[in-house]
Structures are given as structure tokens and as C-alpha cells.
């Protein structure tokens, strides 16, 4: 495979449930992003992980964890999760430097019941 | 902070017609535009890029030029097709130690045979 992979592509949880979204990059890139996509709102960036280290959270709630055991992995953890975060996650890389081009995943289209 | 601004969809046109869709953006910077494209049930993929002003980025017959003097970074395309029927984002990219993509809210094209 190459490029960015996403699973699942869809994802129903409850409010109680954990879940994990997992994302796969094949491009040896080093960078390592988070987007959520609301109906009728710019995508709003969630975490960045440089070099498997966090270098952004961008005032996320905490019942979303983030996880980058290698450069080509990362996890978003769910648990305890509300109504109004359904959305559409996107995860994306890149190389780590300024102004460069970054390859997104297909998303995981989630609804929290 | 750093913010993009576009015009409101859905843009609606027939085949064969002109397209404009404008973008502006705020920036302390010097920073890179973009324009993604996100089709139904995908991930956002570049369409295309300029990295300073005066740049002109094109692709598949889209074209968008970089006007530092107006913070403007509106695409073009002279003759639209139905498979162009997507949602179009412009984006900046700020560098501040790691590369962080500013979206816009996108605009939905829509292209009647």
C-alpha cells in the first residue's frame, strides 16, 4: 500500500464505548497530524506529532488521546465520548519541515450515539 | 492569528463553464496557499500549491495565482467538467517550528451535465 491509510473507514460507538482510529502512513514521512472535519466548519487541527513526539495540542478534550509509536503509526483513543463529536476524522503526514505538502488519509466517518 | 476566508457555497455551474472561487487569507508570515479538493467519501488531496507571491500553482486544468499585495488566492478554471463536482479548500501553511495547515470552511462545487 502507499500512502496514507485509514481504519475503520466508518466507525458508531456509544457514549460509554473506547475505540481506537488508527492511521498507517507509507511515505517515510516524520510529521504526523490530526484533523476533525465538522459539517459547515474549517478542519480544525487536533495534534501534530514530530518524530513521534507531540509538538501540538490544540486544546483538544481530554477523552481524545493521542498515540505515535513509530513514525509511520498513529491512534486516536476514544472513550466516554458526546453526541456532537461526531465527525470526520482525518489524519495526515508530512515531512518535517517548512511549507511542505501534506497527504491526507480517507477519514473515519464517526458517529457517537 | 492565521486564517483563511472563502466564499460560500454550493457553487453551482454548468459544464463547460468558468469557475472562480475566491479565497483570502490573513497571515503574520510568509506563508504557502493551497488548494485541496476533498470528492465524496474521501480525504482531501492537493490540487495545487504556490509557495511565494506571484507564484501561480495549476493542475488538471485549475490554476490560482498568489497575490501577496491583495492576500488573495482565488482558483480558476476555464472550463469545468461534472467530475469536477467536489469540495474545494484553500489553506495556508504557517511554519512555527512544525508545519501547520490553516483551512478555510471549503466551498461545494456543483456541476450539472
Known amino acids: 500500500e502507499t500512502g496514507v491509510t485509514q481504519t475503520p473507514r466508518h466507525l458508531v460507538m456509544g457514549m460509554t464505548n473506547k475505540k481506537s482510529l488508527k492511521c498507517e502512513q507509507h511515505l517515510g514521512h516524520n510529521a504526523m497530524y490530526w484533523y476533525k472535519q465538522s459539517a459547515k466548519k474549517p478542519l480544525e487541527l487536533m495534534f501534530v506529532?514530530?518524530?513521534?513526539?507531540?509538538?501540538e495540542n490544540n486544546s483538544v478534550p481530554s477523552r481524545f488521546s493521542p498515540e505515535c509509536p513509530n513514525s509511520s503509526h498513529l491512534f486516536l483513543h476514544l472513550h466516554t465520548l458526546q453526541p456532537e463529536d461526531s465527525a470526520l476524522y482525518l489524519c495526515a503526514s508530512s515531512q518535517d519541515s517548512a511549507n511542505t505538502e501534506a497527504f491526507f488519509g480517507q477519514g473515519t466517518r464517526l458517529t457517537v450515539v | 492569528g492565521d486564517s483563511v476566508t472563502q466564499m460560500e457555497g454550493p457553487v453551482t455551474l454548468s459544464e463547460e463553464a468558468f469557475l472562480t472561487i475566491n479565497c483570502t487569507y490573513t497571515a503574520t508570515g510568509y506563508p504557502s496557499l493551497f488548494w485541496y479538493v476533498q470528492y465524496p467519501g474521501e480525504g482531501l488531496q492537493l490540487l495545487l500549491k504556490?509557495?511565494?507571491?506571484?507564484d501561480k500553482g495549476s493542475n488538471k486544468g485549475f490554476e490560482a495565482t498568489y497575490r501577496k499585495e491583495t492576500t488573495s488566492f482565488h482558483l480558476e478554471k476555464g472550463s469545468v467538467q461534472v467530475s469536477d463536482s467536489a469540495v474545494y479548500f484553500c489553506a495556508l501553511s504557517d511554519y512555527t517550528g512544525f508545519q501547520k495547515l490553516v483551512f478555510g470552511t471549503g466551498t461545494r462545487l456543483l456541476v450539472s451535465p
Open positions: 504556490a509557495t511565494k507571491a506571484d
Open positions: 506529532y514530530s518524530l513521534e513526539e507531540r509538538v
